[in-house]
Structures are given as C-alpha cells and as structure tokens.
C-alpha cells in the first residue's frame, strides 16, 4: 500500500531556520490530511490538517501546503526549534471513511543547535 | 490534557494464546479506534468504533480481533489466538468527531511481543 509516501527518511534543520517536510499521495479521493508528530515511546500526536478543498493552513510555526494537482503536501516549521526533533508522519482519509487514516512512512526530523 | 491511556505498555505472549489490550479513550470523545505499526512499517487502520459497534474495520481485523467496550470508559483489543505475525505495537485512539480531518488522540501504544 503506497497511496502515502514519504520519500525522505530523515532530515537535519538548524535551530531557528525551516523545516520543510513532503507528503505526496496516489488517490486524488483522499478529502482531508492530517500530520502528526511522534516522539520515542509515544504513540502520535496530531499537529495540523487541511481539507482537499483548500490550498493552504496555518497554525503557529506549522503552516500545511497542498498541492491538488500535483498530489503532494508539505508541513512548514518555522522557526524551528530542538524540541521539534520527532517523526512527523503524513496521513489522509477517504470521503466517507473519516476515521481510517492512511500513514506515510513518516520523516525523522532532527533540529540542531 | 486529558489523553488515551493504554495497559499493559508491554505484552508478551506465547503463540495461540489471547491477548487483551485494554485502553482508556479521552471521557468525551465517542469515536474510537485501533491501528498498530509493526516495527519498521507504517501505522496502519485496524478498526473503528462508535455507538457500540464497529464502523469501519480493515482487511487486517478478521476474526481473530474482536472489540468491545465493556463499560463506560474502556475499550478492549483482543486478539484470540495470537500468531508471530501480530507482534507489533498497538495503538488505541479516540476522537470527538468522526467527520473527515477530525484529529485523533493516539495513546502511548502497548507492544505486543509474541514468541
């Protein structure tokens, strides 16, 4: 099942600059989008999602991009700080089946000093 | 905040034999769910729950998993003959609303380990 895919495993950002995570999709029925942020020995925690129906969310230092036509999303951190250090994982839903998410693989994002 | 609990974190069971899973969801949340993440692979949907019966289930949850909530805060997982192939981490997860975008709140997992 790769209608998810989060093509880059890890990625190093410094303290302060952007953080730029990437989410592409297969089935153009996904509706909504979500990302959640998972710490070691923790189970997910919801960050931020979008509607299929807009183009852009924003919440804090986490703003969420969709791209509909290419099928691909984004989560921006800014500014980025150590405590953002975690896997984020991308997940979507179908019209009509809202609780079954489908995860990315996810992306371990790791913030230095 | 309040947040989903999970016992046990850990399990280990012998091959056949049942295991539980027991999880606490947020008190006024009415959706619930489990997914589970083998190691190394993707969170993937188990099941759905709400007003006392499964909503949604994946091709994973046959009949070996059952769910049920016992009473007014519980939510149990139970697996009735366990095979090598279930060890993984379990996660139960609730939610307010089950409309699209709704987020879910993941507790901290219980890792199954069957031998």
């Known amino acids: 099942d790769q209608q998810v895919k989060q093509n880059s495993p890890s990625l190093s950002v410094q303290e302060g600059r952007i953080s730029i995570l990437n989410c592409d999709y297969t089935n153009s029925m996904f509706d909504y989008f979500l990302w959640y942020k998972k710490y070691p020995a923790e189970g997910p925690t919801f960050l931020i999602s979008i509607s299929s129906i807009k183009d852009k969310n924003e919440d804090g230092r986490f703003t969420v991009f969709l791209n509909k036509s290419a099928k691909h999303l984004s989560l921006h951190i800014v500014p980025s700080q150590p405590g953002d250090s975690a896997v984020y994982f991308c997940a979507a839903s179908l019209t009509g089946t809202a609780s079954k998410l489908t995860f990315g693989t996810g992306t371990r994002l790791q913030v230095t000093l | 905040e309040p947040e989903v609990t999970q016992t046990p974190s850990h399990q280990v069971t012998q091959m056949g034999q049942e295991v539980i899973l027991r999880c606490v969801p947020i008190?006024?949340?009415?959706?619930f769910y489990w997914y589970r993440q083998i190691l190394g692979q993707k969170v993937e949907f188990l099941v759905s729950f709400y007003n006392n019966e499964i909503s949604e289930k994946s091709e994973i949850f046959d009949d070996q998993f059952s769910v049920e909530r016992p009473d007014g805060s519980n939510f149990t997982l139970k697996i009735r003959s366990t095979k090598l192939e279930d060890s993984a981490m379990y996660f139960c997860a609730s939610s307010e609303a089950g409309r699209g975008g709704s987020p879910l709140h993941f507790g901290n997992g219980t890792r199954l380990t069957v031998t």
């Open positions: 008190s006024n949340h009415l959706y």
